[in-house]
């Protein structure tokens, strides 16, 4: 990122201080979402070179298990990234979201991206309350909000891309964290529902990350107020809890999952002997299909030696030029 790219970081030292807070206060970190890759590589730009060496210190963060769990070949990978699975659309009471409110409270980093999902046009989008649940569920520890923002990803990562480009200029901003104090004695002096108190943390996140935004892009401050109040509204509506390209994602990671387990069932059930037969079976149709032509001694030796790897037999006996 800094140096393929330009990288221009404002305000790291917010996030330097919230690393070495006190042991056992958890931290919460939260941007906006413009690329599949926007963590790790904008974080990187954020975090002091010392911290890579300790990887207790590390972010966990969220994904969707559509696209980092799908492969089982992914799994372990992204186990060891410290990512923790959760499903589009599930809402907020899932086991992903229970195992980071743990991670929080035992003063652990955990890194969200409260809008839910990606920004189809680089603005900042309402985010939703499943942010406040986990300041909530970690309230007695007094966690550090730290928020920060950034623009230029979109051009780095276009959507479809496989590899970063090049020559791009990505600007960051690190904000100071958020205070919440006062909406949690509020929640508790007036005993509010839960909604209500994690409408008001998400409201008040979303409206920091809005303000810091505009900032990072020189939005007017009539557009700002435009955003907050589409921010408000559809907190207090609700709409946070749905977005209709939700069930798109959730029928393609379906189909995916059974596409999966059908390929492997069979191996899995049977093992290698079913493969074998699979192939002594279509080594028997290659012979049976070359018999006669004029290619049918190439072809039936390919079939022989085919069947020979159905069989068990070494690879190199029977395989046609070989020693």
Not at 71 to 93: D, N, S, W
Not at 220 to 239: D, H, M, R, T
């Amino acid at each position: 990122m800094t140096r393929a790219n330009t990288t221009h970081v404002e305000g790291a030292e917010h996030m330097a201080a919230a690393l070495a807070r006190q042991a056992g206060r958890p931290l919460i970190t939260v941007c906006n979402h413009a690329a599949s890759m926007d963590d790790p590589l904008v974080m990187s730009t954020i975090l002091p070179p010392a911290v890579y060496s300790d990887s207790a210190q590390l972010r966990w963060t969220l994904c969707a298990s559509d696209r980092c769990f799908h492969r089982e070949l992914l799994v372990p990978f992204f186990r060891a990234a410290k990512v923790l699975p959760v499903q589009r659309g599930a809402g907020m009471f899932q086991p992903g979201l229970a195992a980071a409110e743990e991670r929080l409270r035992s003063g652990d980093w955990v890194h969200i991206f409260p809008e839910g999902t990606r920004s189809r046009d680089g603005r900042m989008q309402p985010v939703r309350k499943g942010v406040g649940r986990l300041v909530a569920a970690c309230a007695e520890s007094d966690p550090v909000i730290v928020p920060f923002v950034h623009t230029g990803m979109r051009e780095v990562l276009p959507k479809g891309s496989l590899l970063p480009k090049v020559n791009q200029e990505v600007k960051v901003l690190v904000g100071e964290p958020i205070d919440v104090s006062d909406l949690l004695a509020a929640a508790a002096q007036q005993s509010w529902p839960d909604d209500k108190l994690y409408t008001r943390i998400a409201n008040r996140i979303g409206g920091r990350m809005a303000a810091l935004k505009a900032q990072l892009d020189g939005l007017p401050l009539e557009e700002l107020s435009a955003q907050q109040e589409a921010q408000q509204q559809a907190l207090e509506q609700g709409l946070d809890l749905y977005d209709p390209v939700d069930n798109a994602y959730r029928a393609r990671s379906l189909w995916e999952r059974v596409s999966f387990r059908m390929q492997h069932r069979e191996w899995a059930e049977h093992g290698i002997a079913s493969a074998r037969a699979r192939l002594a079976a279509a080594a028997a149709q290659l012979s049976a299909a070359t018999t006669g032509g004029e290619s049918g001694s190439s072809s039936s030796s390919i079939g022989s030696w085919m069947e020979a790897v159905a069989a068990g037999r070494s690879a190199q006996e029977g395989v046609p030029g070989a020693a």
